[in-house]
């Protein structure tokens, strides 16, 4: 396992892998773009709860299967030492971090 990326199932023919592409700015929001291989850049979607709100600039981003049900969350670093927890749900989308 590991990884950002998931393999459709196919009996038939080679798997076509669903890559997704969390790219921060410092001084600016992070957006993730879905399925890069497939449509490339036309399908951002910005993350929510980034710069202009209560957190700082992102340095840093990554995906993880944290809570082990399957599905990957996206982590965000801030220069303030703050880690935001994104969730993504099935249709690829970032909503905000739950707060706490």
Partial sequence: ???FSRAPSSSSSPPI????????AAL????L???????GFGEGAPMGGMPGGQHDAC???CAADLDLDGRF?????T????VLQYPLTQELD???PPDG
Avoid: K, M
Wanted: glycine share 22%; with cysteine; proline share 3%.
């Fill in 17 to 24: 892998v669903d890559t997704h592409l969390v790219v921060c």
């Fill in 1 to 3: 396992g590991g990884g």
């Fill in 73 to 77: 969350e996206v982590l965000v670093g």
């Fill in 28 to 31: 600016g929001f992070s957006v």
């Fill in 94 to 96: 970032i909503g905000l």
């Fill in 59 to 61: 340095l840093s981003a």
């Fill in 33 to 39: 773009y879905p399925n890069v291989s497939r449509v």
């Fill in 79 to 82: 220069y303030g030492g703050t």
